[in-house]
């Protein structure tokens, strides 16, 4: 059974850091690519930023410099690291494995597995 558990959420203010980390378990790393997704209520879940199995990295154009996506094979673990953060960032941070779709796609619909999700609120 394939569990995601995302870690590392909490509140900073404006032009702030944080880093959030999603471990995996039940399934083989390296067999779905990778991606974040936020969330605020009342909106659609947005992606964030990708990964596919051989490190290829895309960006939502709102986090591109400020966001790196990143992964550790021996740890089974996802990183996000957000920089100069802004109020607009704020928002239910999830991450989310899938086994279709091409590898820079961060539709939301392609991905089959999602974590619980970790809340980040950034302050002005």
């Known amino acids: 059974q394939v569990q995601l558990v995302e870690s590392g959420g909490g509140s900073v203010q404006a032009g702030g850091s944080l880093r959030l980390s999603c471990a995996g378990s039940?399934?083989?790393?390296?067999?779905?690519?990778m991606a974040w997704f936020r969330q605020v209520p009342g909106k659609e879940r947005e992606g964030v930023a990708g990964?596919?199995?051989?490190?290829?990295?895309n960006y939502a154009s709102s986090v591109k410099g400020r966001f790196t996506i990143s992964q550790d094979n021996a740890k089974n673990t996802l990183y996000l690291q957000m920089n100069i953060l802004n109020p607009e960032d704020t928002a239910m941070y999830y991450c989310?494995?899938?086994?279709?779709?091409?590898?820079?796609?961060?539709?939301?619909?392609?991905?089959?597995?999602w974590g619980q999700g970790t809340q980040v609120t950034v302050s002005s």
């Open positions: 989310a494995a899938a086994s279709r779709g091409p590898w820079w796609s961060l539709r939301a619909d392609l991905f089959n597995y």
């Open positions: 990964i596919d199995r051989d490190g290829l990295t």
């Open positions: 039940g399934y083989t790393w390296g067999s779905y690519r």
